[in-house]
């Protein structure tokens, strides 16, 4: 059995023919069917091919904003937590050690590693009474509380840091001033 010798085009050399299925020959194979059909570019705007590719780049460009997005947001949720915490450590040194203002900022600023976390407002010493509808109704210092008990010493501690997002949002400042409040009673 003979077998038909493939006619290599003109100007080539025998080993220039391109693989079966390579790129380029089947580059070369669509471009001549289309010149061939006459329909030119209007059958490239139904063609299926790539469309995958496509979707995918457009889908992924947003897929990767969201994370970006939520990537911002979960580091500046953990800065608010953080301050939180410097807060209530504040409010723990002056449950043990009693009021001392310089302590009670120390406390504040040495319980995370934020740069800038502050004991902003100044921790404040006062009396008052609980009440459940206001929380503490402020009072001399060793008088009766409508409750009956007697006034307690109360102090409040605040801390605040500043945040700077990694994307600037169309109205909300940047940096953003993150703040925390504790009271707590001390006798």
């Known amino acids: 059995m003979m077998h038909a010798q493939q006619k290599i085009p003109s100007g080539w050399h025998q080993h220039d023919r391109p693989a079966i299925g390579s790129r380029r020959h089947t580059a070369c194979r669509v471009a001549r069917h289309i010149m061939k059909s006459g329909r030119g570019f209007s059958q490239l705007f139904s063609d299926q091919k790539g469309t995958a590719a496509v979707e995918f780049g457009m889908v992924g460009t947003m897929l990767c904003l969201l994370l970006l997005g939520l990537i911002d947001f979960g580091m500046g949720y953990w800065e608010q937590i953080q ?22 900022t120390t ?10 976390i502050s ?10 009474c609980p009440s459940a509808s206001t929380g503490i109704t402020a009072a001399t210092c060793g008088s009766t509380c409508t409750g009956g008990g007697n006034a307690g010493t109360y102090v409040t501690v605040n801390a ?13 400042t940047n940096p953003l001033t993150l703040t925390a409040k504790t009271i707590v009673r001390i006798n």
């Open 160 to 172: 605040q840091a500043s945040y700077s997002s990694i994307f600037p949002i169309s109205g909300i």
């Open 83 to 104: 301050v939180g915490n410097a807060a209530r450590a504040g409010g723990q040194y002056a449950i043990f050690n009693g009021w001392n203002s310089a302590g009670i």
């Open 119 to 128: 004991a902003t407002p100044a921790p404040a010493q006062s009396c008052g």
């Open 107 to 116: 406390a504040v600023t040495s319980a995370t590693s934020l740069a800038s």
